[in-house]
């Protein structure tokens, strides 16, 4: 799996973790029952649970099948909060909510505790016998009292995790991780990021590579697919950007050289998904955080701080953005120097027409919004220099006047008495 990707896909599955401590809970019981043979054998065994063998399984059933019940009060609430997130923020931030930490560990412990009863239900004895688990059926009740805690810390960090404010930093930390990997001074493969310009090309490819799909370009393996370019001697230029949506059979990957390479080992390097994902794509964390502030100012919500905070989210991706270098296009070389991938990125500027222009056209009548927008502005004009402040300096020419808030007064009123 492509670099970035792996760690997507893990982190967005609400599967993993459970079945590993489902895992966990079965390797559990196995050793609870090897210590439920030497208690048997000794004289304190029997304190550790004096009732009887009907006692024991009524209590086991008791507690799988209240963790049952919890597991679908979980299950709603967070379809709940996803549907809510969705409706309210933007369908595109339900993928912060499937990698929330918090969740998935709540999940974990009632799918353990399940599973540990469950293993523990079966080694129960027949009525009369004194050979009972019953360090089992104590640990068995220490992870329904981990349930429960589970469950309130469940519910308070629901509570807050739907909060725009919580939301807007969870998408801005993410995508800053993602800058920090994409367009550091070294990511985290290892391979130094490469300022060079792209090499001179002939004016038409040898052969262009077709997409087999219509979808999204999620990931790239660059390492891969430059070992690929030098074995046959030839230079590859992807041409969508990454995100960007490629119809079945449109141009994915230029070839240019005479050397022959395998089509189906290129595009194992390339993952195209239904979806955008923060993998490698920094602008999708940019395209989060413009829609919730779009959705905010849209005229069924009027809630215009949400925006800003959007903004502030945005403001601060664009310092980190406005001191790294952002090359139209990313080169990839192999070991021996030679440019051997081209993969078109975004540069600031197109960083900096994402965040603002949208945002400027659907908040044009909020004084707020236009306030905070001047404010991030002449910030960025301090921190850049060259094109980029020339770029932002046309922006800022560009914002419309801030609405008066007095234009609506009736004539005559007296604006001190309008509240």
Do not use: C
């Not at 208690?39 to 049952?68: C, E, N, Q, Y």
């Not at 919890?70 to 809510?84: C, E």
């Not at 975004?346 to 004084?367: F, H, K, M, P």
């Amino acid at each position: 799996m492509k670099p970035g990707k792996l760690r997507e896909t893990l982190s967005a599955s609400l599967l993993i973790i459970p079945v590993l401590a489902a895992l966990a809970s079965i390797v559990l019981s196995v050793t609870t029952r090897w210590l439920d043979g030497f208690a048997a054998r000794s004289s304190w065994g029997g304190a550790l649970f004096p009732g009887g063998a009907d006692s024991m399984r009524s209590a086991l059933s008791t507690i799988a099948a209240s963790i049952v019940t919890f597991l679908g009060v979980v299950f709603s609430i967070t379809m709940v909060v996803l549907q809510l997130a969705s409706n309210r923020f933007s369908p595109r931030v339900l993928r912060t909510f499937l990698k929330d930490r918090t969740s998935k560990v709540t999940l974990a412990v009632f799918v353990a505790t399940f599973t540990f009863t469950m293993a523990v239900l079966r080694a129960v004895p027949q009525p009369g016998s004194r050979a009972l688990p019953a360090v089992s059926a104590i640990v068995a009740f220490a992870l329904v009292l981990a349930s429960v805690i589970s469950f309130v810390a469940y519910l308070n960090h629901m509570a807050r995790a739907v909060r725009i404010s919580r939301i807007a930093a969870a998408i801005g930390d993410e995508t800053a991780d993602v800058i920090r990997w994409h367009h550091g001074t070294e990511d985290k493969r290892g391979q130094a990021a490469d300022d060079a310009p792209a090499p001179p090309l002939p004016s038409e490819p040898s052969r262009t590579i077709p997409a087999p799909i219509g979808a999204n370009l999620e990931a790239i393996d660059e390492r891969r697919l430059a070992h690929i370019a030098a074995e046959a001697d030839v230079v590859l230029v992807v041409k969508p950007m990454l995100g960007q949506f490629v119809p079945a059979g449109g141009p994915l990957i230029d070839v240019y050289g005479d050397g022959q390479v395998d089509d189906r080992r290129l595009l194992q390097q390339v993952d195209l998904g239904e979806e955008r994902t923060t993998a490698q794509d920094p602008a999708f964390g940019f395209r989060q955080l413009v829609d919730i502030a779009e959705r905010s100012l849209s005229p069924g919500t009027v809630d215009p701080t949400s925006a800003v905070q959007a903004l502030d989210q945005l403001h601060d991706l664009l310092r980190k953005l406005a001191g790294l270098d952002l090359p139209p296009v990313r080169v990839t070389k192999d070991g021996d120097g030679k440019p051997r991938v081209l993969i078109p990125s975004r540069t600031w500027e197109q960083y900096l027409d994402l965040a603002v222009d949208e945002i400027v056209l659907y908040g044009r009548g909020s004084l707020q919004v236009a306030t905070r927008l001047r404010e991030m502005l002449m910030d960025l004009e301090t921190v850049t220099s060259g094109d980029r402040k020339d770029a932002v300096t046309t922006k800022m020419e560009a914002l419309p006047a801030p609405p008066d808030p007095y234009d609506r007064i009736p004539e005559g009123a007296d604006a001190r008495s309008m509240g």
